[in-house]
């Protein structure tokens, strides 16, 4: 009954900036925390980022800690990654889920069919 649809991605020059959007249907969007979670080519799927389900805590991988920020409007029903200082390494596909605010993908029992984020050198 939940659907989750991501927008935002595109192709951006390293150092640029990315906001991308995740839409959720439901009114018990907020009832969840949410997370974004990313997978590049010849790699497995990576945690990015994770949000309470108030948007009070956040969670952030090593690897984006300082660049990425995750938010979310519950009156929107729609999380957001805010992505700066964008690096090549940054280029995957980017997904967001619904989830119990963890770092493995299979806290999570929701998923968008992701954007793709490609960073030029």
């Known amino acids: 009954q939940v659907q989750l649809v991501e927008s935002g991605g595109g192709l951006v020059q390293a150092g640029g900036s990315l906001r991308l959007s995740c839409s959720a249907s439901?009114?018990?969007?907020?009832?969840?925390?949410m997370g974004w979670f990313r997978q590049a080519a010849g790699k497995e799927r990576e945690f990015v980022a994770a949000v309470s389900r108030s948007g009070v805590s956040t969670y952030y991988a090593d690897s984006v800690k300082g660049r990425f920020t995750i938010s979310r409007d519950n009156a929107k029903n729609t999380v957001y990654l805010q992505m700066n200082s964008l690096k090549p390494e940054d280029t995957a596909v980017y997904y967001c889920?619904?989830?119990?605010?963890?770092?493995?993908?299979?806290?999570?029992?929701?998923w968008g069919q992701g954007t793709q984020v490609t960073v030029s050198s």
């Open positions: 889920a619904r989830g119990h605010m963890g770092y493995i993908s299979n806290q999570y029992d929701y």
């Open positions: 439901g009114r018990t969007f907020s009832n969840y925390a």
